[in-house]
């Protein structure tokens, strides 16, 4: 009798012993995040929601992206009760929408004055074929487009607050298939497979973090992809993996939300990732991609097919440049670092408070000039080959801009053009009142006066 009971003990601790083998190591370090901003994508559920409670232990202000608000509202309700925090936030994003990405960005740019640590974390993974509200492959779109634009769009607010860091949540999937992208066929329009679909994004993730730690060099920001493993979430609600037939498989050889969340944690706060950018990471260590996702040409390519697909960055986000452009720059050489913020909002009041009559007289002007801007842009696209003058013709051959740089400049007169458009059809009134908005949100920071809009 007592052989047969050491023989079932032992088993079930060579069992416990395998599972908790299978869940990883834990993030060790205890770095405190108070006075850090903290922006996590698909927050609302899995490891996402366990990144968030962590991060808002340390005292980190966290704002959670969800698509579905109300499931977005019980996560958020879970996070601050686990966390014991209140400053964790929620917005509306949907990553299969570029409208609700830059609405998303736009929120965080007007709220925040700094974001240490952009989380791209959400994802769907081998879905039926479906497409963005743009027209892209879903799991394209979502997992890589969506996230590069959030991150060009962000990118200068993370610039300002550096020493800080991108995480791009990819997987060891980026490994299967054929470890190239096909940039033939990147939306699957000819023959769409829902795995190969999902290696092809997550090879995009990892490809996307190699590139940006190039562009990022010397700009004291970070950027790290990783691996959190095989985790049991709602990610794999479209594949055959939530089938009931292997829940038991599942329970046992997968990782739970908070163990998946750790590889997560620690290049958000490891002391061990400080000054370390461009690398692929799974269970807390530094490991190595495949090889198709160390082709510095297919990332290029990537990048500059992102850029034009999208057709969208920031007007002030340069694709090689490292320095920062206006009052911000003014203000970090003339400003001590701590009373930066609150100098660039006395400027702010001041040019407000003395500038009524310059706002109403020059809104007409504004908008002739921008639709003027407009016109020349269109009347430009229009115009075939045959019509261009020989002069334009000479200036074209020696042009040694890429098309990626080319279509970079275009986009910029455009958006510069749409920008002067939306500001001149607010009043100096409205305007006022946004800032005033504004003001009420930094009032946990500094204790800063009302601007009156008639003075």
């Not at 998946?260 to 944690?265: D, F, V």
């Not at 490292?322 to 913020?341: A, E, N, S, Y």
């Not at 002069?391 to 275009?410: C, F, G, Q």
Request: with cysteine.
């Amino acid at each position: 009798m007592a052989v047969p009971v050491a023989i079932g003990v032992g088993a079930l601790a060579a069992l416990y012993a395998g599972r908790r083998f299978l869940q990883g190591p834990r993030c060790t370090s205890t770095k405190s995040l108070k006075g850090k901003t903290v922006v996590i994508t698909g927050a609302n559920t899995g490891i996402g929601k366990e990144t968030a409670v962590d991060l808002a232990s340390r005292g980190a202000r966290v704002i959670i992206g969800c698509r579905n608000i109300e499931k977005g509202k019980e996560a958020l309700k879970e996070v601050q009760e686990r966390s014991g925090s209140t400053f964790v936030f929620l917005e509306k994003l949907d990553l299969s929408s570029l409208e609700s990405v830059r609405n998303f960005a736009d929120t965080i740019l007007n709220s925040e004055p700094r974001l240490d640590i952009l989380i791209n974390n959400a994802g769907v993974m081998a879905c039926d074929y479906q497409k963005t509200k743009e027209g892209f492959e879903m799991q394209f779109g979502v997992n890589h487009l969506g996230h590069f634009l959030l991150t060009m769009l962000l990118l200068d607010l993370i610039k300002r607050s550096a020493p800080s860091r991108i995480i791009n949540v990819s997987s060891s999937a980026h490994a299967m298939g054929s470890q190239k992208i096909n940039f033939d066929d990147i939306h699957f329009e000819k023959t769409y497979s829902a795995w190969g679909a999902y290696f092809n994004s997550k090879l995009a993730n990892v490809l996307f973090t190699r590139q940006l730690s190039k562009h990022l060099e010397g700009t004291h920001v970070t950027v790290n992809a990783l691996h959190p493993g095989a985790v049991s979430t709602d990610l794999q609600r479209h594949s055959v993996l939530s089938s009931i037939f292997v829940a038991p498989l599942r329970w046992y050889t997968f990782k739970s939300a908070e163990m998946g969340a750790q590889t997560t944690i620690y290049c958000a706060v490891s002391e061990d990732m400080e000054g370390v950018s461009g690398k692929y990471l799974a269970d807390c260590a530094i490991k190595e991609p495949c090889k198709g996702a160390q082709d510095d040409d297919a990332a290029k390519k990537l990048w500059d097919l992102s850029v034009k697909g999208l057709n969208e960055i920031p007007e002030e986000w340069e694709q090689h440049g490292t320095g920062q452009k206006g009052v911000p720059g003014i203000l970090k050489k003339f400003c001590p670092h701590k009373g930066r913020l609150l100098c660039f909002l006395i400027i702010l009041k001041v040019s407000l408070a003395v500038s009524l009559n310059p706002f109403v007289l020059l809104r007409k002007k504004k908008k002739n000039k921008a639709k003027k801007v407009l016109e020349d842009l269109s009347q430009s696209a229009s115009k075939g080959k045959n019509d261009r003058s020989e002069e334009e013709h000479e200036e074209e051959m020696v042009d040694t801009r890429t098309p990626a740089e080319i279509a970079y400049d275009k986009i910029k007169e455009k958006r510069a053009a749409e920008r002067i458009l939306k500001k001149a059809e607010k009043t100096h009134k409205q305007r006022v009142e946004k800032f005033n908005d504004y003001l009420d949100g930094l009032s946990e920071h500094y204790d800063i006066p009302k601007v009156s809009w008639t003075k």
